[in-house]
């Protein structure tokens, strides 16, 4: 088993700043990707951004990019850095750690985190 603990939700003005942190401790062997995933009310899960294990594959959602950037830093932890946030950004934030070990897929979840952008 893979535990998540995610950190730095809050509640931020429009064009603020936020970072969000999420570290894996527990079975983290065969895990491949990290990433930050969102839901707002009403809508369903969302990709918000991944990396891969060395830091070098990273994907993001087009509403978000050149906004947040997603980075390690350490090899369990991984940071979104959330600039110029908008009302649409709203959503509870959770980090996600998926791979496969022993031929068994993982995925796993953190209990998210509350963004909340004033307009």
């Known amino acids: 088993q893979v535990q998540l603990v995610e950190s730095g939700g809050g509640l931020v003005q429009a064009g603020g700043s936020l970072k969000l942190s999420c570290t894996a401790s527990?079975?983290?062997?065969?895990?491949?990707?990290m990433g930050w995933y969102r839901q707002a009310p009403g809508k369903q899960r969302e990709l918000v951004a991944s990396i891969g294990t060395t830091g070098d594959r990273t994907i993001y959602a087009d509403s978000v990019k050149d906004r947040f950037t997603i980075f390690r830093s350490y090899a369990t932890t991984i940071n979104l850095q959330m600039n110029s946030l908008r009302p649409e950004d709203t959503a509870v934030y959770y980090c996600?750690?998926?791979?496969?070990?022993?031929?068994?897929?993982?995925?796993?979840w953190g209990q998210g985190t509350q963004v909340t952008v004033s307009s």
């Open positions: 527990g079975s983290i062997f065969g895990i491949e990707t």
């Open positions: 996600n750690a998926r791979g496969v070990y022993n031929y068994e897929n993982l995925n796993y």
